[in-house]
C-alpha cells in the first residue's frame, strides 16, 4: 500500500487527505456519504455522473465504505431523533417511517404503561455489515 492510501479497515474522515484517487474526487466521496441516506450507491453514481466501470478496486472500496458510513450516520440520526421526540407522535412516526423504509432494518416496538403517562419502547435491528475488500 502506498502511503497514503486508505487501509482496508478505517476510512479517513476528512475526505482530502486521500491519496490515489484517479477517477474520482474528495468532493465525489463526501456527496456519496451525504446522499445515502435516500439514494443507494448506483444512484449516487448516476447522480455524480460516475461511470463505476471506470473505477479501480481501490477507489470502489472507498466509495461503498463512505456509502456505509453515510447510512449509518442517517440511522443514527434517525435513532436520536426518535429519542427525543418520544413524546410527539408526529416525529416518533416519521423516524419509525425513515428506518423502516431504509430496508435492511426492522423495528419492534410495544407501548410500555409503566407511567401514568405510559410509554414505548422499541429496538432498531440492523444486519452485519457487507464485507468490503480492497
Do not use: W
Not at 474526487?25 to 447522480?47: G, K, R, V
Not at 456509502?67 to 413524546?87: N, P, V, Y
Amino acid at each position: 500500500m502506498e502511503q497514503g492510501q486508505v487501509k482496508a479497515d478505517r476510512l479517513p474522515t476528512n475526505y482530502n487527505t486521500i491519496k490515489g484517487l484517479e477517477y474520482i474526487s474528495a468532493d465525489d466521496i463526501l456527496q456519496c456519504e451525504l446522499s445515502a441516506a435516500l439514494l443507494d450507491l448506483e444512484e449516487i453514481y448516476e447522480m455524480l455522473f460516475i461511470d463505476s466501470q471506470h473505477l479501480s478496486d481501490y477507489e470502489s472500496s472507498i466509495m461503498k465504505r463512505a456509502h456505509r458510513r453515510g447510512r449509518k450516520k442517517s440511522i443514527a440520526d434517525a435513532s436520536g431523533l426518535l429519542f427525543q421526540r418520544m413524546r410527539d407522535r408526529n416525529g416518533t412516526a416519521a423516524c419509525i417511517e425513515y428506518l423502516q423504509n431504509c430496508g435492511k432494518f426492522s423495528i419492534e416496538g410495544s407501548h410500555t404503561p409503566t407511567s401514568s403517562q405510559g410509554g414505548f419502547q422499541f429496538n432498531v435491528f440492523m444486519p452485519e455489515d457487507e464485507e468490503v475488500t480492497k
